[in-house]
């Protein structure tokens, strides 16, 4: 079964250093997110992206973030300049559409990522 | 706007006996209502999904979800509790006219043997 995977499932890193976390989203899919989860907090939405470019982004979405599609298999999140309060999981999601609805979101086993 | 409740923070059972985690939505649309399960060090993986069909919903290893307009819920069942169902479990809903899901705040499901 066709499944969303994301790497590193641990990154560790000091703040105000730049990450890049990584996802491969199921093959023919066109909708590409960003969700995040603080620990001991709802899953976030953050971003979603489709034709190559960003649809939609939350307030949490700001300069720091950015998305791209480098290839036509790889979907990224970068955070440019880390803060402590950036230290959540991060979960990749796509999904399919057909008949002008959206079909279901498959997510990723998420990257847990801790600024110190 | 839109926004789900999930009414118990945390469930515990003993194994075989029945299962029923809460979820009450807010919603001024007709809305898709899906739940969610996490298991321990893994991702968000999809048990069911409501979207205007049939309002009994049936979804993986045996759970299942009515969509109750009048009450505004959305809860999940299953008959018998299995040891493997322990986890937590989302209710989202998806957002009117965007493509973001709003998640609850998560019912952690304990089984006991």
């Known amino acids: 079964e066709p499944e969303v995977t994301q790497t590193p499932s641990h990154q560790v890193t000091q703040m105000g250093q730049e990450v890049i976390l990584r996802c491969v989203p199921i093959?023919?899919?066109?909708?590409f997110y960003w969700y995040r989860q603080i620990l001991g907090q709802k899953v976030e939405f953050l971003v979603s992206?489709?034709?190559?470019?960003?649809?939609?982004k939350s307030e949490i979405f700001d300069d720091q973030f950015s998305v791209e599609r480098p290839d036509g298999s790889n979907f990224t999140l970068k955070i440019r300049s880390t803060k402590l309060e950036d230290s959540a999981m991060y979960f990749c999601?796509?999904?399919?559409?057909?008949?002008?609805?959206?079909?279901?979101?498959?997510f990723g086993p998420g990257t847990r990522l801790l600024v110190l | 706007a839109q926004s789900v409740t999930q009414l118990d923070s945390h469930v515990s059972v003993s194994e075989g006996t029945p299962v029923l985690l809460r979820c009450n939505y807010s919603s001024s649309y007709s809305p898709s209502l899906f739940w969610y399960v996490q298991h321990p060090n893994k991702g968000l993986q999809l048990l069911l999904k409501?979207?205007?069909?049939?309002?009994l919903v049936k979804g993986i290893n045996g759970f299942e979800a009515e969509f109750k307009k009048s009450e505004t819920s959305f809860h999940l069942t299953k008959p018998s509790a299995h040891m493997s169902d322990a986890a937590e479990y989302f209710c989202v809903v998806s957002a009117a006219n965007t493509d973001k899901l709003i998640f609850g705040t998560g019912t952690r499901l304990q089984v006991f043997p």
């Open positions: 999601a796509s999904s399919g559409w057909s008949g002008g609805l959206q079909e279901t979101q498959y």
């Open positions: 093959s023919n899919h066109l909708y």
């Open positions: 992206f489709y034709n190559n470019e960003i649809s939609e």
């Open positions: 409501y979207t205007s069909a049939a309002t």
